[in-house]
């Protein structure tokens, strides 16, 4: 069965760093796409980051308003997604969900999110 | 970007309506296409994909069509949990772009 558990959430000031996991089981990385997806309070849902692995070459992109700030990454070793965000702003408070390709062009699992505050 | 419209944005509707739900892309996506609800302070659930594929264990009143451009999600008889924001999304080119969302309100 699938699961994908985040962490790492919390508050942290403007211009402040912050690391998010996501513990996934249940399916191999190399064999999907994996995604953040983040949703401000109130707010409609935004794809920040996504990374996979192409032929043979591990590839990651990002949205224009992450790009520069954040890196997505993995380790296969401890099934684990990771999103490093730096520079953070005000405007990246939301809940972070990490989410799992399924093949198909879809999004067929989500974590439950963990929340990023950003404030001072 | 591809950006995608959805209309309404909030539609009230009663126990046993038929309810439609449009999604408009600014460049065609051919049928990448995906429908998800979200109750609130839920996470997301995926309805439909490819336009019209429904996901495993999704109930058949939850239709979706279109390709191109234009993409309708059809609730053939809307039931009471049921109601909830729905949001289309493309997967034709990245950035992935997420619709609006439709609030479906009682």
């Known amino acids: 069965e699938v699961h994908l558990v985040e962490s790492g959430g919390g508050l942290v000031q403007p211009g402040g760093s912050l690391r998010l996991s996501c513990a996934f089981s249940g399916f191999t990385f190399s064999d999907h796409y994996m995604d953040w997806v983040r949703q401000a309070p109130g707010k409609g849902l935004e794809c920040v980051a996504r990374?996979?692995?192409?032929?043979?070459?591990?590839?990651?992109e990002y949205a224009a308003s992450v790009k520069d700030r954040f890196t997505i990454s993995t380790d296969d070793s401890k099934n684990s997604l990771y999103l490093q965000m730096n520079s953070l702003k005000t405007d990246d408070t939301a809940v972070y969900y990490c989410t799992r390709d399924g093949g198909n062009y879809r999004f067929d699992y989500w974590g439950q999110g963990t929340l990023v505050t950003v404030s001072s | 970007d591809t950006q995608l419209t959805q209309s309404p944005s909030f539609l009230s509707a009663s126990v046993g309506d038929r309810v439609t739900i449009t999604c408009r892309a600014s460049q065609g996506i051919r049928s990448y296409l995906v429908w998800y609800q979200q109750k609130l302070g839920k996470v997301p659930k995926l309805l439909i994909y490819r336009a019209s594929t429904l996901q495993s264990g999704v109930p058949s009143r939850f239709s979706g069509s279109g390709s191109g451009t234009e993409f309708t999600l059809t609730i053939t008889s809307l039931q009471p949990e049921d109601f909830a924001t729905y949001y289309c999304?493309?997967?034709?080119?990245?950035?992935?772009?997420f619709g609006g969302g439709t609030k479906v309100e009682i």
């Open positions: 990374v996979g692995i192409r032929g043979k070459t591990y590839t990651a």
């Open positions: 999304q493309q997967f034709n080119s990245y950035p992935l772009t």
